[in-house]
């Protein structure tokens, strides 16, 4: 699982470091890569956020949210539900390339969805 996450830092330009996380807030395994902030925090964080953010998509009829986007002064997070109960984070730097990121997060989602 690590090595996955690791090969997707590795093939997105300007990723930092990436996590593979429960909606509870507990770090599956992580791999932080150049990372200067700590990625299990930031994603721990937001993980609350994201449960309220999939109970809105599926009250409102939209079905079962896939992908988050959150993008920031300092960086962006790009965020890949993997199930009911997983989702994966891959922090990007300001210069990351976000659209190739997206593909590699979702191309990388059944290899860590099989893995759990």
Not at 11 to 36: N, S
Not at 65 to 74: N, P, Q, R, S, V
Not at 87 to 104: C, I, P, Y
């Amino acid at each position: 699982m690590r090595d996955t996450l690791k090969s997707i830092v590795d093939k997105i330009p300007g990723a930092k470091g990436a996590v593979l996380m429960g909606f509870d807030g507990i770090v599956v395994e992580q791999y932080e890569g150049d990372a200067g902030a700590n990625l299990e925090t930031i994603a721990t964080e937001f993980s609350f956020r994201f449960i309220d953010l999939v109970k809105a998509a599926k009250s409102l009829d939209l079905g079962a949210l896939t992908d988050i986007t959150i993008k920031a002064e300092h960086g962006t997070l790009l965020v890949r539900c993997i199930s009911e109960e997983f989702f994966a984070v891959v922090l990007l730097d300001g210069s990351g390339n976000f659209g190739k990121g997206r593909w590699v997060l979702r191309s990388a989602a059944p290899e860590l969805l099989a893995s759990l």
